[in-house]
T-cell receptor, first 114, second 115 residues
Framework: DARVTQTPRHKVTEMGQEVTMRCQPI?????VFWYRQTMMQGLELLAY????????DSGMPKDRFSAEMPDATLATLKIQPSEPRDSAVYFC????????????FGSGTRLTVV | AQTVTQSQPEMSVQEAETVTLSCTYD???????LFWYKQPPSRQMILVIR??????QNATENRFSVNFQKAAKSFSLKISDSQLGDTAMYFC????????????FGTGTSLTVIP
């Protein structure tokens, strides 16, 4: 089965450090999403891309978060500097054109900022 | 923005029994899609079932079926013959059809299947 690969699976870092999370979407999927999941807020959309171009990043704190797709096989989410409130599970999801079939999610990166 | 409401934070069901999870949504759109995702303790988000708004027939996938009431904006998930592996968080999601945009997720229902 094709899958969305996220690395790392877990990350513990100190406040103020830079964190980079990576996502390899399914080959052929041209739409990529970043979601954040917390107990308090549930699943929040941070940003998404279509054909590598950012379409919406309004859910992302611009002062510290950045999302990019350097190429079709890699999406990155960076936090600099990280803060304890950024502790969450970050999911990447991808889908093909014709998104009515739903998206495939990666296993997520659990980030803990201490 | 669209809103999705799951009013049951937690539910439990005996193994082999049937359980129904509720979901309502609010939209002015006519073309959209609805989904149920399952998130077991492994935290992997797994697509369970999908429904196209323009189809009147309720979707079915093995033991999972939906009751889609478009006028009432209701989209409930029925799990028949519940199994221990069904224990998970279940999220209802809405997606507008024309633009193929983001999912709007509900807050989830935690389902526990009791042996």
């Amino acid at each position: 089965d094709a899958r969305v690969t996220q690395t790392p699976r877990h990350k513990v870092t100190e406040m103020g450090q830079e964190v980079t999370m990576r996502c390899q979407p399914i080959l052929g999927h041209n739409t990529v999403f970043w979601y954040r999941q917390t107990m308090m807020q549930g699943l929040e959309l941070l940003a998404y891309f279509r054909n590598r171009a950012p379409l919406d990043d309004s859910g992302m704190p611009k002062d510290r978060f950045s999302a990019e797709m350097p190429d079709a096989t890699l999406a990155t989410l960076k936090i600099q500097p990280s803060e304890p409130r950024d502790s969450a599970v970050y999911f990447c999801a991808s889908g093909p054109t014709g998104l009515s079939y739903g998206y495939t999610f990666g296993s997520g990166t659990r980030l803990t900022v201490v | 923005a669209q809103t999705v409401t799951q009013s049951q934070p937690e539910m439990s069901v005996q193994e082999a029994e049937t359980v129904t999870l509720s979901c309502t949504y609010d939209t002015s759109e006519n073309n959209y899609y609805l989904f149920w995702y399952k998130q077991p303790p492994s935290r992997q988000m797994i697509l369970v079932i999908r429904q196209e708004a323009y189809k009147q027939q309720n979707a079915t996938e093995n033991r999972f079926s939906v009751n889609f009431q478009k006028a009432a904006k209701s989209f409930s998930l029925k799990i028949s013959d519940s199994q221990l592996g069904d224990t998970a968080m279940y999220f209802c999601a809405f997606m507008q059809g024309n633009t193929g945009n983001q999912f709007y997720f509900g807050t989830g229902t935690s389902l526990t299947v009791i042996p």
